[in-house]
């Protein structure tokens, strides 16, 4: 969080994330497997730590690259090898939902390309209704929106790109 050298993050697998029918986005974690070294760092005694999360969000920006955001850890386990005090595991669990809202931030937003918007390349077919050839047709200022458990895109259809 701090520096590379903090705490080093594993994870046996890839985070799943999925839309709900209110809009809502949802990225879950599991098989996290993080190792917090001693000497002064966010948990200074040391930890190794096995953790799962799910972190819910919503889509707040509608542009052709959505930003999902309003992020809040809705489920959190977690497990040490060692017995920690009440104080040390609510110490860890404020580092581990930092650490979990983190990673929903990144694999949501940072992790994939932008999503792919649909084009095409019109041919001399298209001159016949005043398009000339190599015109890119597509969406026009499209928005994205989370509906009914799928990504929505939506806009206007015409010349992306004039010819090209």
Partial sequence: IVAPDMIQVESALPAVATT???????VMFGGVE???PSG????????????AATVRGTVTTEAAD????SLAVTELAFGTDE???VADRASLREVLVLMAWHMASFALNDAGPALPI??????????AYGVTPNTVL???SPSVSAIDGRFA????????????
Avoid: K, W, Y
Wanted: hydrophobic share 40%.
């Fill in 118 to 127: 649909g084009s095409i390349a019109t041919t001399t077919d298209f001159e």
């Fill in 20 to 26: 709900s029918a209110d809009g809502g986005v949802t």
């Fill in 83 to 85: 017995d920690l005090s």
């Fill in 34 to 36: 993080m190792t917090i």
């Fill in 66 to 69: 959505p930003t999902i955001g």
């Fill in 153 to 164: 895109l939506e806009g206007a259809f015409g010349i992306v790109a004039p010819d090209m």
């Fill in 40 to 51: 002064g760092g966010v948990f200074p005694t040391g930890v190794h730590v096995r953790m």
């Fill in 138 to 140: 597509g969406t026009l």
